[in-house]
Each structure stands twice: as structure tokens, then as C-alpha cells.
């Protein structure tokens, strides 16, 4: 069993930060890719950006400059930091590994979301 759990969601105004973090647990050997994705209401989900095993990362045009992701794989937990909001970046933001077990099978895993709430 695995779980991904997600944190330091919460309410901001235009213009200020936020940090997210989310951990794996269970069985775990490795991870793999690292994202964040996000749904605003009556949207789909869209990445928000990557992190590979390499640390090379990829991210949406519309938080270029703004936001960086990071890993710690010692801790199993990638972050998310969030600078210059902007109202439109309110969405509920999910965290995804693809994970390989001890059985050395990869599987991608959802945490619950997380909301971040940027007010005008």
C-alpha cells in the first residue's frame, strides 16, 4: 500500500506565496516522476509541472518565473513553491509519483488534493 499526501494549502492574497509539500509512504522502493496538477472549477486537470528522477523539471507556460518544483528523496516528498500568485491560480492542486515497489512494479499515485484559494 502506498499513500501521497498533500499540505500547506490555504487561503492568500494576489501577489503573496504558498508552500506545498507532499510525501509518499508504504511500499516503496523508488520514485520516479514527481508532479503537481491542478482543477480549477469546471476545468480540467492540468499539470502544473514535473520533476524527474534527474531533477530535470518541465513546467506550464502560465507559472513559468512564478513557481518551483523541488524533490527530496530521502524524505520521499516533493514541493511545490508558489510565488506571485494571481487569482487565477485558485485550483485544487493534486499531488502524482510514479512509484516502484518492492516487487519492482511502477504505479502512478494520486494524493487527495490540496485547495489554494489566491484572493484579489
Known amino acids: 500500500q502506498v499513500q501521497v499526501v498533500e499540505s500547506g494549502g490555504g487561503l492568500v492574497q494576489a501577489g503573496g506565496s504558498l508552500r506545498l509539500s507532499c510525501v509518499a509512504s508504504?511500499?516503496?522502493?523508488?520514485?520516479?516522476?514527481m508532479g503537481w496538477y491542478r482543477q480549477a472549477p469546471g476545468k480540467e486537470r492540468d499539470l502544473v509541472a514535473l520533476i524527474y528522477k534527474n531533477s530535470n523539471t518541465k513546467y506550464a507556460d502560465s507559472v513559468k518565473g512564478r513557481f518551483t518544483i523541488s524533490r527530496d528523496n530521502a524524505k520521499n516528498t516533493v514541493y511545490l513553491q508558489m510565488n506571485s500568485l494571481k487569482p487565477e491560480d485558485t485550483a485544487v492542486y493534486y499531488c502524482?509519483?510514479?512509484?516502484?515497489?518492492?516487487?519492482?512494479?511502477?504505479?502512478?499515485?494520486w494524493g487527495k488534493g490540496i485547495l489554494v484559494t489566491v484572493s484579489s
Open positions: 502524482n509519483m510514479i512509484i516502484r515497489n518492492y516487487a519492482f512494479i511502477d504505479a502512478g499515485y
Open positions: 508504504g511500499n516503496i522502493f523508488s520514485i520516479n516522476d
